[in-house]
């Protein structure tokens, strides 16, 4: 049986009446699930893999390069208008340190031109990051790490998140709640101060999943069984998948011992050059909530900490008010 992307509509047992999936077992295509790399592109690689999966034999891999342009994701546009949910089976070959990754993007016109709605990972830990003010979910403060989870190395776990059409965001790891990833429908959250000041209600368009660093952080990712949904399907390996292969729900196979590697995409030399590595000084006015950054090469946004706090240097990528 050939399968691929798809979209399943009404009387199907268990499924949402619109959703998009895609297990990758007919191979990557790239003409329902593109490339995308917003602002530029250098270095980083998006391909099928035939030697890992979650499921069945394929995954999509993403290797990951440094620097302002290693831009590298594959994706969709078709996206529910409403609340969606987004299931991944995901596994990255290294930890995340303390450096600001995004490993899921998605383009938000809520917040104006070419801004981004990210999940990625900073400080060790999974978080959202709003690009038009660089607000993270959770704050960055201790008690906000710790609402927060670690992804493992070198194995599959199960990633899903909500975005609701009145601004609430729930997410969950291997089928549980993260306290930390979670704001608004009720939900009480306080390390989500800083997420909390802007009354933007996000409007995603798009789900691109893959790499962009900002620095010289490198990693490479694998995607597989991906679902958009309005409903959540949970981390059954079938859940909304076009097929599992024969496999027991939210059980991980291993793949046959190939190394076949098909679809590569080369990405091509920078279309735009990166801002200058400096850090823009903003007008007086403004000023940075406790943990939140406040400088670092490419930061943009206001470098003054609100009184009593000052602007920490971490390291050159990464200032913080503390």
């Not at 790490?145 to 291997?174: P, R």
């Not at 979670?182 to 959250?189: E, K, L, Q, Y």
């Not at 990693?219 to 309005?230: A, K």
């Not at 291993?254 to 850090?279: E, F, K, Y």
Request: proline content about 7%; aromatic content about 10%; charged content about 15%.
């Amino acid at each position: 049986m050939v399968r691929k992307a798809t979209i399943l509509a009404l009387g199907l047992a268990g499924l949402s009446a619109a959703q998009v999936s895609n297990d990758f077992e007919s191979g990557w295509d790239e003409t329902e699930w593109p490339f995308y790399a917003p602002d530029c592109s250098q270095g980083g690689r998006v391909s099928l893999d035939s030697t890992t999966a979650h499921s069945g034999r394929n995954s999509i891999r993403v290797d990951g390069a440094g620097g302002y342009c290693g831009h590298a994701f594959f994706g969709t546009k078709k996206v529910p208008s409403g609340d969606f949910y987004v299931r991944v089976w995901l596994k990255a070959a290294r930890a995340l340190t303390a450096a600001h990754i995004t490993f899921i993007t998605m383009p938000d016109p809520a917040q104006g031109t070419n801004k981004h709605l990210r999940i990625g990972g900073q400080n060790e830990i999974l978080m959202f990051n709003r690009e038009v003010d660089d607000a993270t979910l959770p704050d960055l403060s201790p008690q906000g790490v710790a609402t927060s989870v670690k992804l493992a190395t070198n194995t599959w776990e199960c990633l899903e998140y909500k975005i609701g059409k009145d601004g609430s965001i729930e997410t969950w790891l291997n089928g549980n709640a993260v306290p930390g990833l979670t704001v608004g429908g009720g939900a009480s959250n306080p390390n989500a101060n800083g997420w909390s000041r802007s009354s933007i209600i996000p409007k995603p368009t798009g789900v691109y999943f893959g790499w962009e660093s900002y620095g010289g952080e490198t990693n490479t990712f694998w995607y597989d069984d991906v679902v958009i949904s309005e409903s959540r399907v949970g981390c059954s390996a079938d859940a909304g998948s076009p097929g599992n292969g024969g496999n027991q729900p939210g059980t991980p196979t291993s793949a046959a011992p190939t190394t076949l590697i098909t679809s590569t995409v080369q990405v091509p030399t920078t279309t735009a050059p990166p801002p200058p590595a400096t850090t823009t000084q903003s007008p007086p006015s403004c000023s940075v909530p406790q943990w939140q950054q406040c400088g670092g090469i490419n930061y943009t946004g206001c470098t003054t900490c609100a009184a009593p706090y000052t602007c920490k240097f971490l390291n050159d990528w990464y200032s913080q008010c503390v």
